[in-house]
């Protein structure tokens, strides 16, 4: 059954387009009132001028059944996030949900070589190591800002879920040294933070899709090679956020498959598809 998040306020990061816009509608489809944010709107810049906008994603949260609304945010700016965050309580009231699926270590990746020119995958020793700080600008950075940000809000109404969307690092080597390490550092963050959170009643995970057919993976010519849709992470937040036993999931890092067969929900095509494995082709030809 679709979990039943009418009342919940929930904010989701980094929600223009990717996992973050599908979670945002898996939520929207469960009801809930949604606040998605990200540098890229219809009255300001896009990045890398890119067509998705934060409005889309409100819109599509609005045709799902939940709430949307839009608010222009740099996650990398610590003053914006905490001027966010304080928005969202003053309008709101509280945050019950807080989803970090920012990630903008992609951007200028055409499928095989970064924007300095530098492959998918070269050896770490063959590489300058000064693009490694803006990986863990992209996503590590803004999860650990946004956590810092909604704690305080939650630990007021001793309840709460933080989401850092990653990729699982258990596996093994993800196939380049900078996404891996910087997917790595997000799973530890959630590790981090739930331990700091647990006497409050706060839960924080980290939270694994598989290979998405993103607009980026469309794109890129790609989408054949995509496991699932974004709304299939959409499902997993939404059944999480849904569930009064998620404490209990706190300070791990779950892969959304997995979540299906426990949760029962499916993809968007009614499938569930299985959880994505590192494999010879991630290694060598593009990243998961």
């Known amino acids: 059954m679709k979990p039943d998040l009418r009342g919940k306020v929930c904010l989701v990061a980094g929600a223009s387009r990717g996992v973050g816009r599908g979670i945002a509608r898996g939520l929207g489809e469960a009801g809930a009132t949604v606040i998605v944010t990200a540098r890229s709107s219809e009255t300001g810049p896009r990045t890398e001028t890119r067509p998705e906008t934060i409005e889309d994603t409100s819109r599509e949260v609005d ?4 709430e949307g609304h839009h608010y222009i945010c740099d996650h990398r700016s610590e003053r914006s996030v905490d001027e966010l965050v304080h928005w969202c309580v003053r309008r709101f009231g509280r945050i019950d ?3 970090s699926s920012v990630w903008s270590g992609n951007e200028g990746f055409d499928g095989e070589r970064y924007a300095d020119g530098v492959a998918w995958g070269t050896p770490f020793w063959r590489r300058s190591a000064e693009p490694f ?3 863990l600008m992209s996503g590590p950075y803004p999860g650990l800002l946004l956590a810092r940000a909604v704690a305080p809000a939650m630990i007021s109404a001793r309840s709460g879920l933080i989401v850092l969307v990653s990729f699982g690092t258990k596996d093994g080597y993800l196939g380049d040294i900078f996404y891996d390490l910087a997917k790595a550092t997000t799973n530890r963050l959630a590790v981090a933070c ?5 006497p409050h009643g706060i839960a924080c ?3 694994s899709p598989g290979f998405v057919r993103t607009e980026r993976v469309r794109d890129l010519g790609q989408p054949e090679r995509a496991t699932e849709t974004p709304l299939y992470a959409g499902r997993a937040v939404a059944a999480l956020a849904g569930d009064a036993g998620v404490s209990s999931r706190s300070g791990q890092v779950l892969h959304v498959a997995d979540l ?4 029962g929900f499916t993809d968007a095509d009614g499938t569930q598809p299985e959880r994505f494995r590192i494999g010879p082709e991630e290694h060598n030809d593009g990243q998961p």
């Open 63 to 66: 045709a799902a059944g939940g």
């Open 97 to 99: 949900v807080a989803v």
């Open 133 to 135: 700080s803006g990986h």
């Open 194 to 198: 739930a331990a700091d959170l647990a």
């Open 205 to 207: 995970l980290g939270l």
């Open 260 to 263: 299906a067969r426990a949760y």
